[in-house]
């Protein structure tokens, strides 16, 4: 049971993606192409199996609740699309 | 000049013979000169030019040590205060980072000169380089193939000798598959050596920065500088420092080298397995043993790692909305609308190919279908990988199962482009350090790769077969026609 244009369009939808009708039918051909590659993973039997975490069973890194960084406002708001006074303007989502 | 080895650019550099800036104007010459294969996104004169006269000043002063004055350029991956960082994207066309990632202020601390940065498959995502927003990389072999991918730069630049060495990051394959398609030597460590901060994200548990230039010695001598523990990188792997070439000198000949069953199947081209063989019996001739190993679960590598890195990529490209960094879309009425303009004209069709299937594969009742059951499968390949080396201190196999293909023939052709790494992925998926290195070429005069893969945190022994191979063979130190 292969994914439906109209799945490809929720899909995008989550991913915060809008594309042209051509695109989603496009991808409904080469997504359900790979499921289906993918598919021979899922008929391995993998009980009692835990899941990686990290390759190397490390565990993860923790370091002090400390302020470690300069202050570097500039250059960070220098890659904004739009600032005004160190903030980032968007679109008005309050009306 | 260009091409002399690290070692002979090092010895030159501290006998006086030439000076920093001279080796790096040179290459800066190069790189203008040979800009119609499309290796590098950013350079800047004044920057290369003021780190390499740094560089002569600790020479004079004796302050240097065996890597100041050597030219390096990093792939686009990286960020970078002195160049612009773009993954190879549309999204970050324009992105200055405020910081250098830790590999690149490890090399500059040694006293590296940057000359630049490197092209690559947009946010890392390819493996023919064909995916960069900035246009393919031409192989220096033969300008009508690809030079692979995602690190296709890197492999290009070095391979023509425009940069002796450059950084490069593998997630499924990105270093050992262009470092073979374009006849250079290239090695990613164990996942955890090679720091994550300020690389840019694609799959995070898959990826890992390594390094491609022309022998295993060099690759050592770099890695002594470049890879280390960085609080910085949650998933970095705390060990003290080691000298990666301590297994240069050493003999070697008692060494086991476990052939994986499965590498040799028929999916082959017959000039690389004769190449592959040939390489396997030049080992032995230098009476290491070779023994047959098995790695029954290979197989399910793509599918797993077409569900693993998706998944993540999906994750972590979620930051890219277009508010505080980044390419933004004009005309929106409102920020959802923005986002999603954003996003859908700032990425490519990969990233978004892979975004969509990882999106699916997260998405709420498949989480344990596909993310989970990836992850346990990806136990199986790690396991197959103990046992190998129970029995054995290096496997070797193909790199590829073919050489570069050319320009155009996969890029229609998703899945025909995800089984080129078919011999790549496990190791990535393990999190094993794994190499190519050069060992013959095609009839029609294109490289052919050797992969060599070690064991958890044995990089040292790993590099210290393929120097052995290295100094019975001459494959790394041929170069392309043309490049002078």
């Known amino acids: 049971m292969g994914l439906s244009v109209s799945d490809i369009r929720k899909i995008a939808d989550l991913a915060y993606m809008k594309m042209d009708d051509s695109e989603y039918e496009e991808l409904e051909r080469e997504i359900n192409s790979i499921l289906e590659m993918i598919a021979e993973m899922q008929q391995v039997d993998t009980s009692n199996i835990k899941p990686v975490s990290h390759p190397t069973g490390e565990t993860q890194g923790l370091r002090k609740d400390q302020a470690t960084a300069t202050d570097c406002t500039k250059l960070v708001m220098a890659n904004a699309p739009l600032e005004q006074e160190n903030l980032f303007l968007v679109p008005k989502v309050i009306d | ?484």
């Open chain 2, 1 to 484: 000049m260009f091409a002399k080895t690290i070692l002979q650019l090092s010895q030159g550099l501290q006998d006086r013979q030439f000076s920093a800036v001279e080796i790096a104007t040179l290459f800066l010459d190069r790189i203008e000169k040979f800009s119609n294969l499309n290796a590098f996104l950013d350079i800047n004169r004044d920057t290369s030019l003021k780190q390499a006269k740094a560089a002569d000043k600790r020479l004079a002063e004796r302050r240097a040590n065996p890597l100041t004055g050597i030219p390096i350029a990093h792939k686009d991956i990286f960020v970078t205060t002195d160049f612009k960082s773009t993954a190879g994207s549309k999204m970050l066309a324009n992105y200055k980072s405020p910081f250098n990632a830790t590999i690149v202020d490890n090399l500059q601390s040694a006293g590296m000169v940057s000359l630049g940065k490197l092209n690559c498959d947009e946010f890392a995502m390819g493996s023919s380089n064909e995916n960069s927003f900035y246009g393919p990389v031409l192989n220096p072999w033969d300008k009508e193939h690809v030079p692979g991918g995602s690190s296709g730069g890197s492999a290009a630049a070095v391979s023509a000798r425009l940069v002796p060495a450059a950084t490069a990051t593998d997630t499924g394959g990105s270093i050992r598959e262009p470092a073979a398609f374009c006849g250079i030597t290239g090695v990613k460590p164990t996942y955890g050596r090679a720091s994550r901060w300020g690389m840019i994200a694609f799959a995070s548990s898959l990826d890992q920065g390594g390094i491609m230039c022309s022998s295993a010695e060099e690759a050592g001598l770099i890695f002594n500088s470049m890879l280390g523990f960085d609080s910085q990188d949650s998933t970095s792997v705390d060990r003290p420092p080691e000298n990666f070439n301590r297994y240069i000198d050493k003999d070697l000949k008692e060494l086991k080298i476990g052939i994986p069953r499965e590498f040799f199947d028929s999916n082959i081209d017959n000039e690389v397995r004769v190449a592959i063989q040939a390489a396997l019996q030049a080992l032995e001739h230098a009476g290491m043993n070779l023994i047959e190993i098995t790695l029954p679960n290979s197989h399910l590598g793509i599918p797993v790692y077409y569900v693993i890195a998706p998944a993540e990529c999906s994750s972590n490209l979620s930051r890219y909305d277009g508010v505080r960094y980044g390419y933004r879309a004009e005309d929106h009425e409102n920020l959802t609308e923005m986002i999603k303009k954003t996003r859908s004209e700032g990425f490519g069709k990969e990233p978004k190919r892979r975004i969509m299937i990882g999106t699916y594969v997260l998405s709420q009742g498949y989480y344990d279908a596909y993310y989970l059951k990836a992850q346990q499968v990806r136990q199986l390949i790690i396991n197959d990988f103990s046992s190998a080396f129970l029995d054995c201190d290096i496997i070797a196999g193909p790199v590829t199962a073919e050489t570069a293909f050319k320009l155009g023939d996969k890029i229609k052709d998703p899945l025909s482009m995800y089984q080129s790494d078919f011999y790549t992925i496990p190791a990535s998926l393990a999190g094993i350090p794994a190499m190519s290195i050069p060992c013959g070429f095609s009839s029609t005069g294109l490289p052919i790769g050797l992969q060599l893969m070690g064991n958890y945190f044995e990089e040292a022994k790993l590099l210290g077969v393929a120097h052995s191979y290295q100094k019975l063979t001459d494959w790394h130190t041929k170069m392309p026609d043309g490049i002078s």
